[in-house]
């Protein structure tokens, strides 16, 4: 499968850099490109710029991915042809958020790689070439944050700054999801103004917060009020909650762990969420059975569609698309990670098969506009690139995390989890004990038992655990100390008691 993963990853990457290379996206259909950059985010397509010819940006996001893949010499021509190409000294209006998460957090994960001595990943010399670039990216986004509230616009041109009538609204992860990348750009060049603006924004976006200790979806940068008042954790909020944990992680200030561990306990209080945000807590049983959920889904349209009501089990009438995300193949990598479950394995193995039986096309992969018929659209998002072929493969072979801890950034972007960078390093994300334990598992059915239960049976609540579980004390995975909490999965490993007082696995590849 793992070979599999990494000729569908060279399909989709040749291509572009046949057909569509140095402009962003290949469009695999009719062979040729987009200039997407400026187009993201942007669903009215207005106010697009006349001479923006590109920012190699499937290029930026692929250069982590071909790493893992062991491709370091595409890696290194990469790096050569950025250094001595790319510019940002264009006239183009692009979205802070999506800019940050996939070219900043782009460019300075590969100049991590890159400067990683112990990879041996260049034959030549590197001179911070990549940081350079990121520093200057970077800079041109800070004018976005000079707002009367500290929240930055959604929306900047790289050559000339806020534009005149710029629209004061954005979303709550448009302006609370910028802290690992400039976080990290400020450790590196050493100038705290990046990290500084985006931190004044996340605590802004914090003060907001509702009695309920919840969070809406828009707002405006200008007043500090919310447009739109109704909470979720899906798109235009769900990186904000991934990146209070992250942050804590990579930066080990306990302010980040406190703002996420109260959004937390208000999520689980008065919201059902997915797979992904359970396994990043440790909630592995939870993780489990929605991962089950949207199993199900997938197996029923062969992908899964942008929006599909549980509840009714009925297909939303006109979010029908597959535009190729990564969130599924990433939950499945994750609960992997933490159960060694061969059932993860199993649902991988479907996943790649289902890409390359309806995604597949002689000019790349193809993004699907209605998963009821199957019918494809001409465009290849960078993010299959950055994301879904990566998790994919490391679910497959992980030899790349083995020696290193790694946060990923939303985009999927590595970077490293460094002593240096850390206020104090938040040791309780380490068990101190992997033993297991000497006592007689209950009875329980094993995960890969659960592919045949119907939804019906899923979405009643019923609890269902994997094979070896031993629970934990108490059934709200509340704890004191290590002694409260049981063993998870497949492994037989031993729960640990976090700071939050919850156990789980806790992993620093998140």
Known sequence: MREKVRKMFHHAYDN???????????????????????????????????????????????????????????????????????????????????????????????????????KK???????????GLAEDLGKRFLPAFNTPTGLPYAWINLKYGVMENETTETSTSGCGSLILEMGALSKLTGDPRYESVALRALRKLWSMQSSLKLFGTTLDVSTGQWIEHSSGIGAGVDSF????????????????????????????????????????????SAANSSHREFFHVWKRFGVLPERYLLDH????????????????????????????????LEVGELIINSLNIYSRVEGGFASIKDVTTMQLEDHQHSFFLAETCKYLYLLFDDSFLLKSNYVFTTEGHPLPVLSTWHEELPESYI????????????????????????????????????????????????????????VDATTCRRRSCSMAGYCGLWLFII
């Not at 698309?321 to 159960?339: K, V």
């Open 16 to 118: 572009y850099m046949t057909h569509a290379f140095p402009h962003d996206e290949l469009k695999p259909l009719t062979k040729t490109f987009t200039d997407s950059l400026s187009e993201l985010g942007n669903l009215k397509l207005e106010r697009l710029p006349q001479d923006y010819n590109g920012s190699a940006l499937s290029l930026i996001e692929s250069l982590s991915s071909l790493v893992i893949m062991g491709n370091n010499t595409e890696f290194e021509k990469g790096v050569r042809w950025l250094s001595e190409n790319l510019t940002f000294d264009v006239d183009a209006r692009i979205n802070l958020f999506e800019c940050n998460i996939r070219v900043l957090g782009g460019l300075v994960s590969a100049h991590l790689l890159a400067s990683d001595s112990s």
């Open 431 to 486: 068990p101190t004990n992997w033993t297991t334990l000497k006592k007689q598992p209950t009875n329980r059915a094993s995960a890969m038992s659960l592919q045949v239960c119907p939804a019906m049976t899923l979405n009643s609540g019923q609890h269902i655990e994997s094979a070896c579980h031993i629970s934990d004390v108490r059934i709200d995975h509340k704890c004191l100390t290590d002694e409260d909490c049981g």
């Open 241 to 284: 909650y991934e990146y209070l944990l992250k942050a804590h992680i990579l930066f080990g200030k306990e302010d980040f762990w406190r703002m996420f561990h109260s959004a937390y306990v208000a999520v689980q209080k008065h919201f059902r969420h997915g797979p992904w945000y359970d396994v990043l807590i440790g909630d592995i």
């Open 121 to 131: 990943l260049l034959q030549g010399s590197y001179n911070n070439q990549l940081l």
């Open 313 to 344: 089990q009925m297909l939303h009438p006109t979010e029908k698309y597959y535009p190729l995300r990564p969130e599924f193949a990433e939950s499945t990598f994750y609960l992997y990670q933490a159960t060694k479950d061969p059932w993860y």
